[in-house]
């Protein structure tokens, strides 16, 4: 399930219905002052989180700071957590995460050149092909994803089939590292430093292909405490500069952007491209996307999270100021690619960079979760509507009047917690009204 | 069996909140299972009449009846209403203004489209008198 990893807390919550509110498929009600959600419609998003005054809710995800490290633990990390230290190098950052005890951290600059490069790609070749219809969109966000399989699933073929950066290098590292030092594949462990708490190991989305190959994700919030004095010593400290700490070094700003909403278009060479982040932003697009207001676009970025992966739930540090870091480094770093065009293209005829399973395939998995509604139930809950004349003000634990009135027609909901039908007199007979004519 | 029938306010010149009404909808008729073909040729004929009324008419209503067997589209305004319907139905003739069309509107195009893909459609006016549009999609035809 893919809210598996949300948890909610009792003990903290206080059936303020924030989350009720927030919750893009109205997964979560209020029953006895306490929220309850249904892991059938839930995506992942982590906007409950996100609207959470009381802490009531959290993602599993993270284990906090991991104790029991691998023998050869690897760290793949999200570009994110460069932009939460404004004025550091990226490089100094991967210094002072390998202090975890981590064997190698893995920067994802090259992966997501070559990822860029396979979107432009991919555009180029369908204009011949027509293989997937316009306008395409990114398949970065694992919310869209999750959306636009439980909602508008006729969208699914819009995705681009790529694999994402994560899954570039995690497909290949096991195989890598086996053949440098010679271990066992199992005793090599796959992190994910990530803002994302879609990113938790989720059975539902085949197409989240990094899952399929990360072993455990944590949340940049939470290492971050310790990190920031790592990143203080090493900044600090009188280094010996060619010990093995600092091989590793991050050459440009591209991927940082690319986290950034409207960075993933910004890097490349597409013309006709839009970029959206947001909730409730991207919900209106995407619904424009499918009445075909959009003809001549080629490519939409959606993001989940506003401004972007840098909005993500786990991050430490403000999103504004995470921008402007990000900005910062691309004035110092520049954006130059380095990878060569003719390799890329190679690896990429030879479908290198396609994901294993087509975006299609999550619709089968969300089918039968989409509640069944017909013209019988409709004009009831309409009829049942127009008798609350309610104010969406959320005391019967629903989001609004609409999926109250639905949650009573599907006998999910009792007509007594509407204080208005009490207020008429009429709680008790819903049943017996009839709709006239 | 009556119809299922729902209305919206559509006001004039209202750009923020034009097309609301059209994926509102999409959005009740992709509840009901509809076939999305369909449901594509209603939303679009749908938009196009709310753009009409957005651009060139007065403020005005958007109702949506459906049935069993049909879903009808009623799109009404107190605007300026028609002088000659045969022209608006032309393929090419606006009446938009120099701001619409650098808006990317005034092709042209809105009523010819929305005959081309309803089923049946009906168009009611008269010049001060307001407008009223009808179109008829059915389902098994």
Not at chain 1, 15 to 41: E, F, N
Not at chain 1, 121 to 126: K, V
Not at chain 2, 30 to 38: C, E, F, I, S
Request: aromatic share 6%.
């Amino acid at each position: 399930m893919p809210g598996e990893h949300i948890v909610f807390e009792p003990a903290y919550c206080t059936g303020c219905t924030q989350c009720v509110k927030a919750c893009p498929t109205r997964a979560i009600r209020v029953r006895r002052r306490k929220a309850v959600h249904s892991k059938d419609l839930c995506i992942g998003c982590g906007e409950c989180i996100r609207v959470c005054p009381e802490g009531a809710v959290r993602s599993t995800i993270s284990h906090g700071i991991p104790q029991d490290l691998a023998e050869m633990a690897v760290a793949i990390v999200s570009p994110i957590l460069y932009a939460q230290f404004p004025g550091v190098m990226p490089s100094d950052i991967l210094v002072a995460l390998k202090r975890f005890g981590f064997h190698h951290v893995v920067d994802l600059t090259n992966y997501v050149e070559m990822f860029q490069f396979a979107v432009e790609e991919f555009i180029h070749q369908n204009k011949t092909t027509g293989q997937a219809p316009w306008p395409l969109i990114s398949p970065i966000c694992p919310v869209i994803a999750r959306l636009i399989a439980f909602k508008y699933p006729n969208l699914l073929p819009h995705i681009i089939p790529l694999k994402r950066p994560a899954a570039l290098i995690g497909g290949e590292i096991r195989s890598q590292l086996q053949n440098i030092y010679h271990i066992e594949k199992p005793l090599i462990e796959l992190y994910h430093i990530t803002p994302c708490p879609s990113k938790a190991l989720a059975h539902d989305v085949r197409l989240l292909d990094e899952l399929g190959y990360i072993d455990r994700a944590i949340g940049i919030n939470d290492i971050y405490p310790e990190l920031i004095r790592y990143v203080e010593d090493v900044r600090k400290q009188d280094l010996d500069l060619f010990s093995p700490e600092h091989y590793g070094n991050v050459t440009n700003a591209r991927a940082p952007l690319w986290g950034m909403s409207g960075g993933e278009i910004a890097g490349m060479h597409v013309d006709k491209t839009l970029a959206v982040s947001g909730l409730r932003e991207s919900i209106a697009y995407i619904e424009k996307i499918e009445m075909g207001l959009f003809p001549n676009m080629e490519y939409i970025e959606l993001r989940a999270c506003p401004e972007g992966c840098l909005g993500g739930p786990l991050t430490a540090v403000d999103r504004y100021l995470a921008k402007s870091t990000v900005q910062q480094l691309i004035r110092s770093l520049g954006l130059k690619r380095r990878l060569p065009r003719e390799k890329l293209l190679k690896l990429y005829d030879q479908g290198r960079f396609m994901s294993d399973t087509h975006p299609s395939v999550m619709a089968e998995r969300y089918d039968s979760l989409r509640p069944k509604m017909t013209i019988e139930i409709m004009k009831r809950v309409e009829h049942l509507l127009s008798r609350i004349q309610g104010t969406d003000c959320a005391a019967c634990g629903a989001p609004d009047c609409r999926t109250f009135a639905e949650d009573v027609v599907r006998g999910q909901a009792d007509p007594r917690d509407c204080f208005r039908l009490r207020e008429k007199g009429i709680a008790s007979e819903v049943d017996k009204i009839e709709i006239s004519g | 069996m009556a119809a299922l029938k729902k209305c919206f306010h559509i006001k004039n010149r209202d750009f923020i909140h034009a097309g609301e009404a059209s994926i509102t909808v999409q959005n009740m008729l992709k509840q009901l299972n509809m076939d999305p073909k369909l449901i594509r040729r209603i939303a679009v004929c749908g938009y196009e009449g709310e753009m009409n009324v957005v651009m060139h008419g007065g403020d005005g209503q958007f109702c949506v009846e459906v049935d069993l067997d049909k879903v009808v589209l009623n799109i009404s305004d107190d605007g300026p209403g028609i002088e000659d319907i045969p022209k608006a139905m032309q393929k090419g003739f606006s009446t938009a203004s120099d701001e619409y069309r650098e808006m990317g509107f005034g092709a042209g195009m809105g009523l010819p489209n929305m005959e081309t893909h309803s089923d049946q459609m009906v168009v009611e006016s008269e010049k001060g008198r307001g407008t009223t549009v009808r179109m008829f999609f059915f389902m098994n035809p």
